[in-house]
């Protein structure tokens, strides 16, 4: 056979987190055991079939299918990843290994939706949000990320939903109250992103670190347990798509002012998102209790949900990048759009939908982000799950350095997370810088030869030149952003008009990027 590679069983991937030898370890759909000790970020090397002996939590006979809970072997779950080759004994199971999820549950990727912009409620709280699911679940992960003053400790709960009501109190189809199901979150393994569980009612968010300022800014980030609880039917629109309600308990809770998720002072982000409902109710714990009332619209958390689909595909697209992406104008600009998170991603993803296409959109974008803050972003979000096509830059305006020796090494990099998409089946997309991105001539060649070496090995690449920028390689200046005046505020970030041109430029090329 002239195909012949050599025999199977394995795959190297970039270690997300710490990873021992024998640990095991998944990989979007697919699980394996770890061949080598691999600190974050280096190559590891998985072993997909066999026989490997692996921590239980549950108990096993021969023949039974054995799921993954992210730290041990349990006997239902998400995560299928073998059989019992023999009866588990202290604890432990020889598990004959399948290498790729065959779940009968038929669960479609993990789907993300985020915000870009967080700040930090000063408050002890509950925080109240509803939102629709893209399609009906049957389970849900919540993932809190923002900024956070110190390591805050937290507590949730999430339900679905028959109907709207009031946007804060779930009801079934009977028009009752609606239970809320506890959050529980891991207890070991802090740093894999897939959280494993030990139930533990509470949750700690680290503190942030680094600055906008300094471009280093770094959010605290956690996840949660697996959650199984399944969407309602719809009584009140019965064609619109499923609701999920969430509560989160907690000091300084990561969250967004209404003022920056506006269009304007007065256009909340539910104007964009169909039946969207936040607020919060001060230093009572309803996570579990009914609320005497409806909560203060001022503050919605900062959160991402993954919501465990059934039958249904749903595009998850997610832009690793820095303002450009996100969406970010000066408070000068006029007009203000989008509350600083409606760049030319989100508007497309938006576009997608009114085509009839279901997509979500998960922003790994984040203002004054160096290229390397992004890129560990996308590593995590990719080991998490969920995300089908990544745009990705593969460097910021940002940067400090400007050396070739800095810019090679931004290409090596985006190089290995381009690896990474593979091996999760994810198709990645390089974002062409346009103009007002560049530090220097030096840098723009040598990024300009790198993805013009990706175009030729047959990646992807979303060049929006032809929509942004002069023959010479500036920016129109009708894509800048102005103050009241007219005066130029900045040549490197895009006014309204030009993120939806953008937006749509990338809409006539979402057939060939295969959404």
């Known amino acids: 056979m002239r195909n012949y590679k050599g025999l199977g069983g394995s795959m190297v991937v970039i270690a997300a987190w710490d990873v021992l030898a024998g640990q095991g370890v998944s990989v979007g759909p697919a699980f394996g055991v770890a061949a080598n000790d691999a600190a974050r970020g280096s190559t590891l090397q998985l072993m997909t079939s066999g026989v490997y002996n692996l921590p239980a939590h549950s108990s096993f006979t021969a023949g039974d299918p054995v799921f993954w809970s992210g730290v041990a072997c349990v006997r239902s779950g998400v995560q299928l990843i073998g059989y019992a080759a023999a009866a588990s004994s202290a604890g432990w199971v020889d598990v004959n290994l399948t290498g790729l999820e065959s779940t009968p549950r038929r669960v479609v990727a993990p789907i993300v939706q985020d915000y870009a912009a967080t700040s930090n409620a000063s408050i002890t709280s509950t925080m109240s949000l509803c939102r629709q699911a893209p399609a009906h679940y049957d389970a849900v992960r919540v993932i809190l990320r923002g900024v956070v003053s110190g390591a805050n400790t937290f507590k949730a709960s999430v339900a679905p939903s028959a109907q709207f009501n009031n946007g804060w109190q779930p009801k079934d189809a009977a028009n009752a109250d609606q239970a809320f199901t506890a959050v529980t979150w891991g207890t070991t393994a802090k740093d894999n992103p897939r959280n494993p569980g030990g139930g533990a009612a509470t949750a700690t968010v680290t503190g942030t670190s680094g600055a906008n300022a300094t471009h280093d800014l770094i959010e605290g980030d956690v996840a949660s347990d697996i959650v199984y609880v399944r969407s309602l039917d719809r009584t009140d629109f019965p064609d619109k798509a499923p609701l999920i ?271």
């Open 245 to 515: 309600f969430l509560r989160l308990f907690g000091v300084n809770i990561p969250a967004v002012s209404v003022a920056e998720s506006a269009d304007n002072a007065v256009n909340p982000w539910s104007a964009k998102v169909p039946d969207f409902y936040s607020g919060y109710w001060s230093t009572t714990d309803y996570t579990s209790a009914t609320p005497p009332g409806a909560p203060t619209q001022t503050w919605l958390p900062s959160v991402q949900v993954q919501f465990f689909l059934r039958g249904k595909p749903v595009s998850c697209v997610a832009v690793a990048g820095d303002s450009i992406e996100q969406g970010w104008v000066a408070a000068t600009v006029v007009p203000q759009f989008g509350g600083n998170i409606n760049g030319w991603p989100r508007r497309l993803v938006e576009k997608l939908n009114a085509a009839g296409r279901p997509a979500v959109f998960c922003t790994l974008a984040h203002t004054g982000n160096k290229s390397s803050l992004f890129r560990q972003r996308a590593i995590t979000q990719l080991y998490r799950g969920g995300v089908t096509h990544l745009f990705i830059k593969p460097y910021s305006v940002n940067e400090a350095a400007d050396s070739d020796a800095q810019v090679h090494a931004d290409c090596a990099q985006t190089t290995a997370i381009i690896n990474l998409c593979v091996a999760f089946g994810v198709t990645p997309i390089i974002i062409q810088p346009w103009g007002g991105q560049d530090n220097g001539t030096s840098r723009r060649a040598i990024a300009d030869a790198y993805i013009s070496a990706c175009r030729a090995s047959g990646i992807l690449v979303f060049d929006a030149r032809v929509v942004t920028d002069k023959p010479d390689g500036s920016l129109k200046d009708e894509a800048k952003t102005v103050n009241s005046g007219g005066a130029v505020v900045d040549s490197t970030h895009l006014n309204d008009t030009y993120q939806e041109l953008v937006a749509a430029y990338a809409f006539s090329l979402s057939g060939a990027f295969g959404l």
